[in-house]
């Protein structure tokens, strides 16, 4: 079995808002590669507290901005050995609600739109993402896990030939 370096990677903060059966997606540039649909999200700064990390990101990608209190939906943990990436990252998906009218201004360059979009189609286009793990947000959509539920997972090969394999889910 391969060595994995155990470092921890930054904490990704992610916002799950839903609308009259709907899920908020941002998307990006077809030909970056991270590019196609995704929950607004992003990167925590060093110094900077989960929750703020996360009104930031939503307003950055999205103009909205945050109402109440949030609620952990999932907590996903990705150890991660892709050549380029090795290492162990977090991402914490928060259900949110949220005010304001969408206007998206990214200043990475990676979200241009924001989209209120069918839960079916979303998810279809989630699961059309390498790094996207949908079974934790298909589980808490469904009910079928409580809120807070901790998944790990491991992803190993190439981008565009990463295999993904469930260690664990932690109830």
């Known amino acids: 079995m391969p060595s994995y370096d155990r470092r921890m990677l ?14 908020l997606l941002v998307g990006g540039h ?25 009104a930031r990101e939503l307003a950055e990608e999205t103009g909205l901005v945050m109402r109440g209190q949030p609620e952990i939906a999932f907590e996903v943990e990705v150890e991660l050995e892709t050549g380029a990436t090795n290492g162990t990252y977090r991402a ?16 990475d360059g990676i979200v241009h739109t924001a989209e209120w979009i069918e839960v079916a189609d979303a998810l279809k286009r989630l699961a059309a993402l390498e790094w996207y793990e949908c079974e934790p947000l298909h589980r808490f959509l469904d009910g079928e896990t409580r809120a807070g539920a901790v998944y790990r997972y491991r992803m190993t090969g190439a981008q565009g030939a990463m295999t993904r394999t469930a260690l664990e889910i932690v109830e």
């Open 10 to 23: 930054p904490t990704i903060v992610v916002a799950l808002l839903r609308q009259d059966g709907r899920l």
């Open 30 to 54: 077809e030909s970056d590669d991270r590019s196609g649909w995704m929950l607004p999200g992003g990167q925590v700064e060093a110094t900077e507290a989960l929750l703020d990390a996360l």
């Open 92 to 107: 914490i998906t928060y259900v949110r609600e949220a005010d304001g009218d969408l206007q998206p201004n990214d200043p």
